[in-house]
């Protein structure tokens, strides 16, 4: 018992422990190889299409948008109206030397849509130095004077006018008009009885009165009473009916709906009273039966010198 082995203490042997300290730290360091390989893909990729931008950018700056090769040098314009081409092109904002493919169209026609007298504009690029222009003109049928306020407080009268599809037209300075102008804007009817809110440039007075007024002037110039007569004013302040007054003094009512109809008969009644030597006082075509009339004798009358037919949208120049 005396050379007995004695049992070894198991702190001091020399046994196989798994070292998992030593992978864990080759698996950090493979994820941060991955994670480093990752971002620098990533980071090469990113500056390569950074740079090939950079460089499509600058042959594009040399070869289009900064080449003198593209420089506008004539600006076609061409209007169906009357404003003047040199104020169209001062709208416009442009000058020449500008390159034809670094303009903003867009913009130069939304600045030429910004006044109200310029129903629609197209612009097309003619190189290598033209610019062409053609522009489509509200055709003003009306006119009509609302209060509006003035910085200091006081309150002013401000004129506009409307086209045939009842759009607001800020009137051009008689100065700035061309000297080709046929007529002048004093000489349009006037349309009283709106309401000042509904009045706003370049937008469509909606309502019912308005666009019966407007229908009523349309319907007019198409009319047997055009040249025989002229309707100087039209009130639409009442909510059933139009109220016209002519430049010889007549009154005439109109309803909204059934013009044509209605200008058929003021044109039966007008010959009526030119057979028994009478002109129409007043005469209510909203009425359908026994339509109230007044009448004076034509001598009363005031004298007008006869109208010249308007010349109709459908007879102006196309563009």
């Given at each position: 018992?005396?050379?007995?082995?004695?049992?070894?203490?198991?702190?001091?042997?020399?046994?196989?422990?798994?070292?998992?300290?030593?992978?864990?730290?080759?698996?950090?360091?493979?994820?941060?190889?991955?994670?480093?390989?990752?971002?620098?893909?990533?980071?090469?990729?990113?500056?390569?299409?950074?740079?090939?931008?950079?460089?499509?950018?600058?042959?594009?700056?040399q070869v289009i948008y900064e080449n003198k090769a593209f420089a506008l040098e004539e600006l076609d314009i061409q209007t169906d109206g009357e404003i003047p081409v040199e104020l169209l092109r001062r709208w416009s904002g442009l000058r020449t030397g500008q390159n034809l493919f670094a303009l903003d169209?867009?913009?130069?026609?939304?600045?030429?849509?910004?006044?109200?007298?310029?129903?629609?504009?197209?612009?097309?690029?003619?190189?290598?130095?033209?610019?062409r222009i053609r522009v489509l003109e509200r055709e003003p049928l009306a006119q009509l004077t609302v209060p509006r306020p003035r910085p200091d407080g006081r309150i002013e009268m401000a004129g506009f006018q409307l086209d045939a599809d009842g759009y607001v037209i800020a009137p051009v300075d008689v100065r700035l008009r061309s000297s080709s102008a046929t007529q002048s804007p004093e000489e349009l009817p006037v349309i009283v009885g709106i309401s000042p809110s509904e009045v706003q440039t370049s937008r469509r007075i909606e309502s019912p009165q308005t666009k019966?007024?407007?229908?009523?002037?349309?319907?007019?110039?198409?009319?047997?009473?055009?040249?025989?007569?002229?309707?100087?004013?039209?009130?639409?302040?009442?909510?059933?009916?139009?109220?016209?007054?002519?430049?010889?003094?007549?009154?005439?009512?109109?309803g909204f709906a059934d013009l044509d109809q209605q200008l058929r008969r003021w044109h039966e009644i007008f010959q009526m009273g030119q057979k028994i030597g009478r002109a129409v006082a007043s005469?209510?075509?909203?009425?359908?039966?026994?339509?109230?009339?007044?009448?004076?004798?034509?001598?009363?009358?005031?004298?007008?010198?006869?109208k010249l037919p308007k010349s109709l949208r459908s007879k102006r120049k196309h563009v």
């Open positions: 018992m005396w050379f007995r082995a004695k049992p070894k203490s198991r702190r001091l042997g020399r046994e196989h422990v798994l070292d998992v300290k030593l992978r864990s730290s080759h698996v950090r360091a493979a994820r941060t190889r991955i994670l480093s390989l990752t971002f620098g893909v990533i980071f090469a990729l990113a500056f390569g299409g950074y740079l090939l931008w950079r460089t499509g950018q600058w042959v594009l700056n169209l867009a913009q130069v026609r939304r600045n030429l849509l910004l006044v109200s007298l310029i129903q629609s504009a197209s612009i097309e690029r003619v190189l290598p130095h033209s610019l019966a007024a407007v229908s009523l002037l349309v319907a007019f110039e198409h009319s047997p009473m055009e040249g025989l007569a002229e309707l100087r004013r039209i009130d639409v302040s009442s909510q059933e009916v139009l109220v016209a007054t002519t430049g010889q003094g007549s009154i005439i009512t109109f005469l209510d075509l909203a009425v359908t039966n026994n339509i109230p009339a007044s009448w004076l004798e034509a001598s009363a009358v005031p004298s007008s010198p006869p």
